[in-house]
C-alpha cells in the first residue's frame, strides 16, 4: 500500500502551501471517514470547475490557481490524501469531446480530440478500493446549471456534465451513497501512467492546436469578465451557463 502513499513530481504534497492548508484544516486530527469527507469537500466547491493551462500540472499549481477540472482537480485531490496517509490512486479513460460542450465553445471545442482524457480518483477505505469523481463540479456551478435548464427532467449531456438524473444530483459525500462511494476492485493506472497515456493519444499537431485553443477560452473569458455580465458571478477561468444546455 506504500505505492500509493507516495509523493510524485505531480503529487507534491511536501509543498509548503499543502503543507499550510493541512494544517489550517487539521485534517490529521480528525478520524478518517471524517478527514476523507472534509478533503472531498474542500476540492469540490473551493477549487472551482474551470480549465488550467494544462492537465500535467502539479498539485500545488492546481491549488494556487484555485480551480481545475477532473484531470487537475483529482491531481490536488490524491495529493492531500496521501499527505493525509490516505491511499489513492487515478483512473482514466478517454471520453467523447460532447461531454465539454458548452464548457468548450468555437474554436476550443472544435480544435479539441474528439476524444478526451477523463479520470476519477479512487481510495482505499476500510480495505476496498472506493471511486471517488462527483469533487470535479462546484456545487455554485452545478446550481446555476440546474437554474438556466430547470425544464431537464432526464438526462443531461454537456458543460462537463454526464448525469441520468440532472435534477437528483448526488455530489455529497456519504457512506452509503454508493453513486459516489463505489466498490472497484480493478487495477487502475497510475497518475503518472496516465499522464503518458493522454500524451500518446494525442498528436503533437493536435497537442499543440489544443493549447492555443485554452489560451484562447481563458482570454476570451477573462474580456467576458470584465464586460456587464455579473450576474454569473464565475471566475474568469470558468465556463459561463447559457439559457439552456444539450439534454433529454
Not at 20 to 29: A, D, H, T, V, Y
Not at 171 to 188: C, N, Q
Request: net charge negative; charged share 25%; with cysteine.
Amino acid at each position: 500500500m506504500d505505492k500509493y502513499l507516495k509523493e510524485t513530481k505531480m503529487l507534491n504534497y511536501s509543498n509548503a502551501n499543502i503543507q499550510q492548508l493541512i494544517r489550517e484544516r487539521r485534517w490529521k486530527n480528525i478520524n478518517e471517514f471524517e478527514r476523507l469527507k472534509s478533503i472531498y469537500d474542500f476540492v469540490r466547491d473551493e477549487i472551482l470547475f474551470g480549465y488550467n493551462i494544462d492537465d500535467n500540472v502539479p498539485a500545488s499549481k492546481v491549488l494556487a490557481d484555485g480551480y481545475g477540472q477532473c484531470n487537475t482537480k483529482g491531481t490536488l485531490f490524491m495529493a492531500i490524501l496521501r499527505a493525509c496517509n490516505i491511499p489513492c490512486r487515478v483512473h482514466g479513460f478517454t471520453i467523447d469531446k460532447k461531454l465539454q460542450k458548452g464548457a468548450m465553445t468555437g474554436i476550443v471545442y472544435k480544435n479539441a480530440p474528439q476524444n478526451v482524457f477523463h479520470s476519477w480518483v479512487e481510495v482505499y477505505f476500510e480495505d476496498r478500493w472506493y471511486e471517488l469523481e462527483a469533487f470535479i463540479l462546484d456545487k455554485k456551478y452545478l446550481q446555476k446549471l440546474q437554474e438556466k435548464n430547470s425544464d431537464c427532467k432526464g438526462a443531461f449531456c454537456g458543460y462537463g456534465v454526464a448525469v441520468k438524473d440532472f435534477k437528483n444530483l448526488i455530489i455529497d459525500f456519504s457512506e452509503t451513497s454508493e453513486d459516489i462511494l463505489r466498490y472497484e476492485g480493478v487495477h487502475v493506472f497510475s497518475e503518472d501512467e496516465c499522464s503518458k497515456k493522454y500524451q500518446t493519444e494525442v498528436t503533437e499537431m493536435k497537442k499543440i492546436m489544443l493549447l492555443l485553443s485554452k489560451v484562447t477560452c481563458i482570454m476570451a473569458m477573462a474580456l467576458a469578465v470584465l464586460s456587464v455580465n455579473s450576474t454569473c458571478g464565475f471566475t474568469a477561468y470558468q465556463p459561463d451557463v447559457p439559457e439552456s444546455l444539450e439534454h433529454d
